[in-house]
T-cell receptor, first 116, second 114 residues
Framework: GAVVSQHPSWVICKSGTSVKIECRSL??????MFWYRQFPKQSLMLMAT?????????EQGVEKDKFLINHASLTLSTLTVTSAHPEDSSFYIC????????????FGEGSRLTVL | AQSVTQLDSQVPVFEEAPVELRCNYS??????LFWYVQYPNQGLQLLLK??????LVKGINGFEAEFNKSQTSFHLRKPSVHISDTAEYFC????????????FGTGTRLQVTL
């Protein structure tokens, strides 16, 4: 099946710094990628939809200036958490849509962000 | 808008026993249905999906699910579980003909013990 890879898997940063998380589709082109946030023992909450070559579409309540999304190529989307604070600590997961509109998504391994 | 309800937050079960994880959805239009599994500190892996056709869907690791339109349900079943099935299971729905925007249920923790 299609493979989606996220990097880094774990990141610890100081409060006030910015962190970039990469999401790559390794063996297919993804015109659309999705970014989710997952709090401990909770479900995935969609943050934004990332479309190659255009601005991301953010879900209600998600700060677009804090969570910068860039989808510069058909195989790479990045999420930058700007001026991170401890409340931004979370598990961030990306997914990518492949091929036909089957609704099927392929998920990355997730990135755990801890802000000290 | 569509929604997904997973009625059980935790399901404890003994190894080799059968299990059913419940999922109900709400939508005014046709949907695609999915079950994903998540192991600790990992992303989601697709177990199975219903797009159309036969209402009984077989997936990986011996899991199966049945789409019941009248009851708006998509319960996940396995006749005999293993310790390795211990994980979080998420039911999800997306609208057909859309860009695959998934709505997830709150998840069910399957805990398999000896």
């Amino acid at each position: 099946g299609a493979v989606v890879s996220q990097h880094p898997s774990w990141v610890i940063c100081k409060s006030g710094t910015s962190v970039k998380i990469e999401c790559r589709s390794l063996d297919f082109q993804a015109t659309t990628m999705f970014w989710y946030r997952q709090f401990p023992k909770q479900s995935l909450m969609l943050m934004a939809t990332s479309n190659e070559g255009s601005k991301a579409t953010y879900e209600q309540g998600v700060e677009k200036d804090k969570f910068l999304i860039n989808h510069a190529s058909l195989t790479l989307s990045t999420l930058t958490v700007t001026s991170a604070h401890p409340e931004d600590s979370s598990f961030y997961i990306c997914s990518a849509k492949s091929g036909l509109d089957t609704g099927e998504l392929f998920f990355g391994e997730g990135s755990r962000l801890t802000v000290l | 808008a569509q929604s997904v309800t997973q009625l059980d937050s935790q399901v404890p079960v003994f190894e080799e026993a059968p299990v059913e994880l419940r999922c109900n959805y709400s939508s005014s239009v046709s949907v695609y249905l999915f079950w994903y599994v998540q192991y600790p500190n990992q992303g989601l892996q697709l177990l199975l999906k219903y797009l159309s056709g036969s209402t009984l869907v077989k997936g990986i690791n011996g899991f199966e699910a049945e789409f019941n339109k009248s009851q708006t349900s998509f319960h996940l079943r396995k006749p005999s579980v293993h310790i390795s099935d211990t994980a979080e299971y998420f039911c999800a729905v997306s609208l057909t003909g859309t860009a695959s925007k998934l709505t997830f249920g709150t998840g069910t923790r399957l805990q398999v013990t000896l």
